[in-house]
């Protein structure tokens, strides 16, 4: 009679005890699905990085990380979306992986040491038509410490710095910081060529 008393809690120990056990076998055999799972929204959210769909990538990331909380190479890359969305020099540390291999290239390109502030302008104007609007911005960048007074390295600077803000996938706080700069740039260009009428133009779609 005494062991009658006890059944019902034996019989839910046992039930409890074997939910346990279940549950820790569906994560132990999950595991690897998972991990291969999480490896795929990493590679995904790489892809978008190199298009500077920045935040588009960082979801990504934050799927990887939600089904493998250990995963470094996720970590270490929504990182890099969160850094090379407003310095896109933050690429640097991850070159050495293949997918940045062709970014790598015009990267090297971008931080050319120029001959003159009308070489590194061209190599704005190159990138920005190539659709390396973040890019461009470093040659302008550097015709500017070459020549503060050089109107056209002004123009691309903000060109550069306006087709990012518009064509990159930014938090709201990191585009306005691009437009900051762009607008600023525009009107140094007025002030040095009053009648330019690019930026004139540009100016009016900020």
Known sequence: MKNDKYKPFLLILKCLIGIII??????????????KAANSYVKRGDNLLL???YVSAEVEYTKALTLNTGNI????????AKKAA????????FFDLPQFADFKAKYEIAITVPTNQSDAVKTSKNLIEDG?????????????EMDNGYRDAWLYFGIANLKTAQLAEL???????YLVKAKESFDR??????????????????
């Open 189 to 206: 260009v007025l002030q040095l060529d009053p009648g330019n009428k690019t930026a004139k133009e540009l100016l009016s779609k900020i």
């Open 86 to 93: 407003i310095n896109i020099g933050e690429f640097e540390r």
């Open 132 to 144: 390396e609007y973040q890019l461009a911005i470093i040659p302008a960048k550097t015709a500017l």
């Open 51 to 53: 298009q500077k769909k």
């Open 171 to 177: 938090k709201s706080e990191d585009q306005n910081e």
């Open 22 to 35: 279940f549950f820790l076998l569906l994560v132990l055999i999950s595991s690897p699905l998972r991990g």
């Open 73 to 80: 190479v996720a970590k270490d890359h929504m990182d890099l």
